[in-house]
Nanobody, 124 residues
Framework: QVQLVESGGGLVQTGGSLRLSCAAP????????MGWFRQAPGKEREFVAA????????LYADSVKDRFTISRDNAKNMVYLQMNSLKSEDTAVYFC?????????????????WGQGTQVTVSS
């Protein structure tokens, strides 16, 4: 069982930045690829970014490419999402997820564990 706890959400103005963190206190953390997803009110959960268990490979949704950066620190059992140039359409609850596979995955079906989410609100 892997428990994931997100933090770092909040209210930010358009064009601002936030850094989300996800703590995954598991001995086998380094053997999970990790992902970030988001869900806006009335919409389905969508893929944002994912990173391989080594941290050398990453995937991004087109909507966040060149603005968001996913990273991980296996020594600290942490994964991060640096979000820059935020737009109102980035407003959503952001979820961290873990998958028992080495390569990053964009589908929600590929993930085994999920956090509770953290709210990000971008005001114009």
């Amino acid at each position: 069982q892997v428990q994931l706890v997100e933090s770092g959400g909040g209210l930010v103005q358009t064009g601002g930045s936030l850094r989300l963190s996800c703590a995954a206190p598991a001995r086998s953390f380094a053997f999970y690829s990790m992902g970030w997803f988001r869900q806006a009110p009335g919409k389905e959960r969508e893929f944002v970014a994912a990173i391989s268990w080594s941290g050398t490979g990453a995937l991004y949704a087109d909507s966040v490419k060149d603005r968001f950066t996913i990273s991980r620190d296996n020594a600290k059992n942490m994964v991060y999402l640096q979000m820059n140039s935020l737009k109102s359409e980035d407003t959503a609850v952001y979820f961290c997820a873990a998958a028992r596979r080495p390569v990053p995955e964009a589908s929600t079906m590929g993930y085994d564990y999920w956090g509770q989410g953290t709210q990000v609100t971008v005001s114009s």
